[in-house]
């Protein structure tokens, strides 16, 4: 495994990030859930990402049970706040930062996330009282570093212009080989202002595993098959996104590596990505994706992805 600095921070994390959306505490029981983060720090693995409202609280307490005997120092920890955890409790206001935070911790056993991190932006809330509560929570201790998820570079510039503030150190925004929408303007923006990437579905919500084909029912263990973890994979999940994916299967092929291999592979050949997080229901899933770290695509390889993709990439760059 290898390891990025995140950002201006004085965090390193793993180039591979163990998440938690719609699986821990959702989707994967407990005792599965347990052993991929077993597995995750056996590979080397020890950036975990989750947020508040993943299960509504059940992911970081999950995270916070399963990590709760390993050494504090072993891992880094990352949650976010934005999305309502009850009908009253939602968005970036100063005393939502208060309390969410202090929920976070609770549920997730510790003093303190290394990461905390705006999962959107909050237009009901002044910038500059969301800019000074996050501030707050890192002199207090709380958390070490600040980042957002989602925010488009109007809303970065208007962060890092705040004076007296803590400075945003992390980008998260959905980020793959079919869909680049950050390259456009997001990660030009971050990289001049020491802002790491961060992404999330760098597989494209599993499709990029090349489980799926077309005309085929999908595999009765995959996220396409669960209630609980399939229900945002439709704009992926059709014949033109998957027959794009199997003419990458030669491509991978030819470089000796998995199709998840590839692609965590193509989103890490991006400089300003410290991390790309993956999801996983089964620890076997861990080996295969951790050993996209250190991967490096050649010039021809990255021009035969993108001759694969051509016409289904959501958002070019």
């Known amino acids: 495994m290898r390891y990025r600095r995140l950002g201006t921070s004085d965090l390193t994390v793993s180039e591979i990030a163990l998440g938690s959306w ?20 056996e590979l080397g693995v020890t950036f975990i990402d989750t947020a508040n409202v993943y299960g509504r609280g059940a992911a970081e307490e999950l995270l916070g049970e399963v990590l709760a005997p390993r050494p504090r120092d072993s891992y880094v920890l990352a949650t976010k706040l934005y999305f309502p955890m009850s009908d009253g409790d939602r968005g970036l206001s100063r005393a939502q930062v208060r309390k969410q935070v202090d929920a976070s911790l609770a549920r997730l056993r510790t003093d303190y996330v290394d990461l905390y991190q705006c999962h959107r932006y909050d237009s009901d ?40 503030v803590e400075r945003f150190v992390s980008s998260q925004p959905q980020y793959s080989l079919l869909r680049r ?50 229900w945002s994979m439709h704009r992926f999940l059709t014949d033109e996104v998957i027959a794009a994916v199997d003419r990458l299967r030669p491509i991978a092929a030819a470089a000796g590596l998995s199709l998840p291999q590839l692609a965590l592979a193509w989103v890490l050949r991006e400089p300003n990505v410290a991390s790309a997080i993956v999801g996983v229901s089964r620890p076997e899933q861990l080996d295969d994706n951790a050993a996209a770290s250190g991967v490096v695509l050649d010039a021809s390889t990255l021009a035969a992805i993108d001759e694969a993709v051509a016409g289904v990439v959501a958002d070019p760059g």
């Not at 719609?22 to 597995?39: N, P, Q, Y």
């Not at 950050?182 to 990029?208: D, H, K, M, T």
């Open 22 to 41: 719609l699986t821990f505490g959702v989707g994967v029981e407990r005792s599965r859930a347990a052993a991929c983060v077993d597995r995750a720090f």
């Open 125 to 164: 809330t002044p910038l500059e009282e969301t800019m000074e509560a996050l501030t707050e929570v890192v002199r207090a201790g709380k958390a070490r570093s600040i980042g957002f998820s989602e925010w488009s570079a109007d809303q970065i510039e208007a962060a890092l212009s705040l004076p007296g």
């Open 181 to 230: 929408g950050p390259e456009r303007a997001v990660i030009p923006l971050c990289a001049r202002e020491g802002i790491s990437q961060i992404v999330w579905s760098p597989l494209g919500q599993g499709v990029l595993t090349g489980k799926y084909r077309v005309g085929e029912p999908h595999p009765p263990d995959s996220r396409a098959s669960s209630e609980r973890m399939g």
